[in-house]
């Protein structure tokens, strides 16, 4: 029996998602102060780290989650959760700030 997870293409989701969200974000991270940007960012950091630690945790243990089906809805969260760290230093360099 196949999970219906292992059918979803969680990854493609994660990009439509991350596409249809970076406009309405970038206002969002606009309108905040320099300390509302630094906190964005550092919490969007600690999320995309304990993605990729559960990621790189499965490569060390030898499995080759790339290549895995049911590994897809961690690559798309990893590309999700980093595309989320990205538009925050984004943000932060439009705005001036280091």
């Known amino acids: 029996m196949v ?4 059918e979803l293409d969680h990854q493609g989701m994660a990009i439509e998602l ?3 969200f970076v ?3 970038a206002a969002g991270l606009a309108a ?4 509302g940007r630094a906190a964005q960012v550092q919490a969007r950091q600690a999320l995309y780290d304990y993605v990729d630690r559960i990621w790189e945790d499965a490569k060390a243990r030898g499995l080759d989650p790339a290549s895995r089906p049911d ?3 961690v690559a798309g969260l990893r590309d ?4 989320l760290v990205e538009q925050a230093g ?3 360099a439009d705005a001036g700030e280091d």
């Open 18 to 20: 991350i596409d249809a």
């Open 3 to 6: 999970d219906v997870d292992d």
């Open 71 to 73: 590994w897809n809805v």
């Open 90 to 92: 984004q943000a932060q």
């Open 80 to 83: 999700l959760t980093n595309a």
């Open 32 to 35: 905040l102060d320099a300390a």
């Open 23 to 25: 406009e309405r974000d």
